[in-house]
């Protein structure tokens, strides 16, 4: 690993990391995500409509991405005033703790927008600079599906779980080695140029896996590794906010989550999987980067 890359197990400059400041920042994700993800379902307006767009028409903004980053900044501010914020819709906030908030306020827009019911509220807390690629990872977070209310959440070296009905349960990566029997989720960009790649990378190895997912939501696919309910995923283009609370999730159940060559997970790179079958695929995909 070079030394812009940091991994897990790698801390950055920062605040010491006590087990007593993990909980405080993985109970503060929760409380968050859940205020979060109850409010984008049941404060959705009526004839919700796309409000404005990002990267490409396709990439876009609703008034509830807006409201709920919003309500996000209150809540985690609220508790934790000197804390960073980094977030989808409304950008970098310094902070003086060494914390930053990294959130998404509503991933899997699209999936929202055509209320297809797979989307989520992610919130993680952040060691290094969180807009930096390879200088950053999360140290907590959790992520709400506000449809199945379920919070899957983790903190470093506390395992991973999934909070439903009250009920915490322990979430474990499922033990796959064969690339033949790996269900893999993906997910594409908004720009057609990316896709076109993105196309052409799912081609080659799609006759080589069990089969290809697209939920529509990096977070839920991080989480759906960590739970098990597919073996791997990879996808090319991703944002902080996409990732940084599955990263941590998922490594936390157990998953090896990187880029391609030794790389941190980023932009270039996610691909996250258990340690059976992780290598097997991230060699296959280092062969047909780049991905995007
Ligand atoms: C998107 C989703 C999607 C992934 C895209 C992301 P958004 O996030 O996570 O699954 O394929 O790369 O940009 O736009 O819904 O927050």
Redesign the pocket.
């Known amino acids: 690993m070079g030394p812009d890359v940091v991994g897990p197990g790698q801390a950055p400059p920062g605040p010491a990391l006590t087990e007593q400041l993990l909980r405080e920042l993985e109970e503060l994700a929760v409380a968050a995500a859940r205020a979060a993800g109850r409010f984008i379902v049941a404060e959705r307006p009526r004839g919700l409509g796309v409000l404005d767009t990002k990267s490409s028409v396709n ?2 903004v609703t008034v509830m ?1 807006q409201q709920s980053e919003a309500l996000l900044r209150r809540h985690l501010l609220g508790a934790r005033p000197g804390d960073a914020i980094l977030g ?1 819709e409304d950008g970098a906030t310094d902070g003086t703790t060494g914390i930053t908030w990294v959130i ?1 306020p ?7 927008l055509y209320e297809i019911p797979a ?1 989520c509220v992610s919130v993680a807390a952040v060691v290094g600079d969180a807009a930096t690629a390879g200088q950053w990872r999360p140290v907590a977070g959790a992520i709400c599906n506000p449809l199945t209310s379920e919070i899957f959440h983790a903190r470093l070296g506390g395992g991973a779980y999934v909070l439903a009905g009250g009920e915490d349960t322990a979430i474990r990566v499922n033990p796959v080695d064969v690339l033949l029997q790996t269900m893999v989720a ?5 720009l057609p140029a990316v896709r076109a790649r993105q196309g052409e990378v799912l081609t080659a190895i799609l006759p080589e896996i069990r089969d290809i997912r ?8 991080l989480c759906a590794v960590a739970r098990g309910m597919v073996d791997a995923y990879y ?1 090319a ?3 902080p ?2 990732l940084a609370a599955g990263w941590v999730i998922a490594t936390e159940a157990g998953a090896v989550v990187s880029g391609l060559n030794s790389m941190a997970p980023g932009e270039a790179a996610v691909v996250a999987a258990g340690p059976g079958i992780h290598g097997s695929l991230l060699s296959r995909l280092e062969a047909l980067a780049p991905l995007r």
Do not use: K, P, Q
Request: proline share 0%; aromatic share 16%; hydrophobic share 30%.
């Open positions: 990439d876009i991405d989808e998404d509503i991933d899997g827009t699209v999936n929202y989307y993906t997910g594409f960009g908004y697209r939920a529509g939501s990096a977070a839920l696919d996808e283009g991703l944002n906010w996409d």
